[in-house]
């Protein structure tokens, strides 16, 4: 499938914003929707809505087979040992948390140690922020490099025998670097830790193997590749989820409930109380068959050159402040000397393009940085260098007009 049949499956690509036609580069805040996702979701609503589990009827069948089906789906995805070890949540902050509220509770105390990096989303800094203070663990941080990247020497002096969690990103959402997760599990276990990983930027862009990873726990969303909002997907290996308690409980999650004491379901339903996110799963199901359709080795050489392309096309503009490694997932996150990022995102709107601003939810890496905010453009596989050349032309103009204005 070529870059214009991909785009021809986003129909929200195809508009004006300001009398500019669309140039969407924020998909690393959310991705947009192809028709096979949207239609699988419009399907379920109009032919088989119905709960799932509890009932015997024809509808409930079919939407529990899909809802099923779509397990499967992510398993094979992310190459899970078995279908117990994936949880469908509402995302990766609450995947993250499920992980720092029942796993990291009841296996830290005073004096362990808790290891992240300054690269960090605020949802894999602040449940960790919480435990450690419910504890008395000890919250460490990686340091970085200058670019922004991790090196494993500063990995094996801050992780020690008293660390029993690690939890990095694979991908930064602001640095676009790629980190090196399988050697750092390995230094992680070396030292009797479990290994975390934050892919929410990652699981959308490239082939995950937790199996080759040996992560111990991983969590992703379904908005940011192609999929919904409101669906999230946990992985964790058997043998820890099932002696982890369940942070939500309710119907669905239970086996037997008494008067005074209840019992759970196996895995993975123990940790998926309440209705769940049928549509949700549904559509993220057909997001991945979309995905891998298009293939996800494809779909990462493709980011590879636009980034790259990126890099080149905007480190010619004077005045520019690139963030970030020289190798890098899909993104730029950039700021133009003496003008506020949000002034930066607001011209490229009026021109039909779309960025984000802000500090990105990473505010220690913005302190790191020496920045209170960034300008940030993403890409993903519907994305074209003319794409490029249009946002590197806005960017000019934008320095000129607030040069102009100073």
Not at 148 to 171: H, P
Not at 195 to 206: L, R, T, Y
Not at 292 to 306: P, R, T, V, W, Y
Request: glycine share 8%; aromatic share 8%.
């Amino acid at each position: 499938m070529n870059i214009q049949d991909i785009r021809k499956q986003f129909p929200i690509l195809d508009q004006e914003v300001n009398g500019h036609p669309l140039v969407y580069l924020d998909s690393a805040a959310t991705s947009q929707k192809p028709l096979p996702v949207i239609e699988a979701i419009t399907k379920y609503y109009r032919e088989y809505n119905s709960n799932v589990h509890r009932g015997v009827h024809t509808l409930g069948t079919r939407a529990t087979d899909g809802y099923e089906n779509a397990r499967e789906k992510v398993r094979q995805f992310i190459q899970a040992k078995s279908i117990e070890e994936i949880i469908f949540t509402r995302g990766t902050t609450t995947a993250l948390n499920m992980v720092a509220s029942s796993y990291g509770l009841s296996h830290l105390q005073k004096g362990d140690e808790i290891v992240i990096s300054y690269m960090e989303h605020h949802a894999n800094i602040i449940p960790w922020q919480q435990v450690a203070k419910e504890t008395g663990a000890k919250l460490k941080y990686i340091p970085l490099q200058e670019d922004g990247t991790i090196a494993l020497k500063d990995v094996e002096e801050t992780v020690t025998n008293q660390t029993k969690i690690v939890s990095l990103a694979l991908v930064s959402n602001v640095l676009g670097t790629i980190n090196p997760i399988k050697e750092i599990a390995e230094i992680a276990h070396k030292n009797g830790a479990v290994m975390v990983v934050d892919a929410a930027q990652g699981a959308p862009h490239m082939k995950i193997d937790v199996q080759n990873l040996d992560c111990d726990f991983l969590a992703f969303s379904g908005h940011k590749m192609c999929g919904p909002t409101g669906i999230g997907v946990l992985y964790g290996k058997k043998e820890l989820l099932e002696n982890m308690e369940p942070v939500e409980t309710g119907g669905e999650m239970i086996d037997f409930v008494g008067l005074y004491e209840s019992t759970w379901k196996e895995l993975p339903w123990k940790f998926e109380a309440g209705t769940p996110i049928i549509a949700g799963a549904i559509g993220l199901a057909a997001a991945i068959d979309f995905l891998e359709d298009i293939g996800l080795d494809n779909i990462a050489n493709h980011e590879h050159k636009l980034a790259q392309y990126a890099l080149q096309r905007l480190s010619e503009i004077e005045g520019l402040t690139i963030y970030g490694p020289q190798e890098r997932a899909g993104l730029v996150t950039f700021n133009i000397e003496d003008v506020h990022p949000h002034d930066v995102a607001t011209v490229l709107d009026a021109e039909g393009i779309a960025v984000r601003a802000g500090h990105h939810c990473a505010q220690p890496l913005m302190k790191w940085l020496n920045v209170s905010a960034t300008a940030r453009a993403s890409f993903y596989l519907y994305n074209t260098e003319d794409e490029i050349d249009k946002l590197a032309l806005a960017i000019q103009k934008t320095k000129e007009y607030f040069g102009n204005v100073i």
